[in-house]
């Protein structure tokens, strides 16, 4: 089946302590990206990855980072998290595309709830 | 101001009803996404977009680039569209910016 998993469903963490949350999927995408979901604010893109070994900011990547070292996985790293990055995050791929492509979806994986105590 | 707005920001309807969200953008963009985020928190994608419309099942969508508007139109509304329904425009770095939802609410 064709899927973006994203684990851990659920974390809660304390001030400081690193984190990763994994993204892996098993369509071939060259486009892989992380998102946080906030009440109020709707989603905003953290960093974004148009294949391997190449990522970019998006418009909410401070306290984050990233690596693309394969194709099927982009994991999310906190270094030293804070509370403010309390928040449900998204992770979602899809194939890579340029000026007239022909309407790519972009595949979702089910969430990450996170608190930072 | 943000550089995508939906319209409107709630939605209560009756089934069978034809509903419209629309989506307002002032920034240049390669295309649009059209999102669905079910009541258990699971996005799906609807549709991409860079011009004119696309159909699928029920579900409508448009846009006009030179007026930088989109709408999505679902015919014959039933409990089950219940959703949030959230707008991105893809800018030409290849980054999203989203829209903040119409949440859906249909009523049997």
């Known amino acids: 089946e064709a899927q973006v998993t994203q684990n851990p469903r659920y974390l809660i963490t304390v001030t400081g302590k690193k984190l990763t949350v994994t993204c892996s999927q098993n369509m071939n995408h060259e486009y892989m990206s992380w998102y946080r979901q906030d009440p109020g604010l709707g989603l905003r893109q953290i960093y974004y990855s148009m294949n391997v070994e190449v990522t970019d900011k998006g418009d909410v990547p401070e306290g984050y980072k990233v690596s693309r070292k394969e194709k099927r996985n982009f994991p999310l790293i906190l270094e030293s998290p804070s509370p403010n990055q309390t928040s449900l995050y998204f992770c979602?791929?899809?194939?890579?595309?340029?000026?007239?492509?022909?309407?790519?979806?972009?595949?979702f994986g089910s969430g990450t709830q996170l608190s930072v105590l | 101001k943000n550089e995508v707005e939906q319209s409107p920001q709630n939605l209560t309807a009756q089934e069978g009803e034809f509903i419209t969200i629309n989506c307002s953008y002032s920034v240049g963009i390669s295309a649009l996404h059209w999102l669905q985020q079910h009541p258990g928190g699971g996005i799906v994608s609807l549709f991409m977009l860079s011009s004119g419309k696309k159909k699928h099942g029920r579900l409508i969508a448009t846009i006009n680039i030179q007026e930088k508007h989109s709408s999505l139109h679902i015919t014959a509304s039933h409990p089950r569209d219940s959703a949030v329904y959230i707008c991105?425009?893809?800018?030409?770095?290849?980054?999203?910016?989203f829209g903040t939802g119409t949440r859906l609410k249909v009523l049997a």
């Open positions: 991105a425009v893809i800018v030409r770095t290849y980054k999203y910016i």
């Open positions: 979602a791929s899809s194939l890579f595309w340029a000026q007239g492509a022909r309407g790519e979806k972009l595949f």
